[in-house]
């Protein structure tokens, strides 16, 4: 993950933490304020699918694949 990606991944976190409406604007001015250059396309991509997907339902999803079977879980002694 670039630092343009985690930069911009905390931006919406902080927006969404403070209820403010998650835009590529405010993520690039939360961006900017912080001190970090990131490439223009970013906090739009970045808005862009956070306008189809809640940032809850992203958070509770981490991790939710798939369990191993058993099987594949076994490690010999």
Known sequence: MSSSEVACTLAALILHDDGIPITSE???TVVKAAGIKVEAYWPALF???LEKRSVDDLILSVGSGKPL????CYIPL
């Open 69 to 72: 079977p058993l099987s594949l």
């Open 26 to 28: 405010k993520i690039a």
């Open 47 to 49: 808005a862009k699918l």
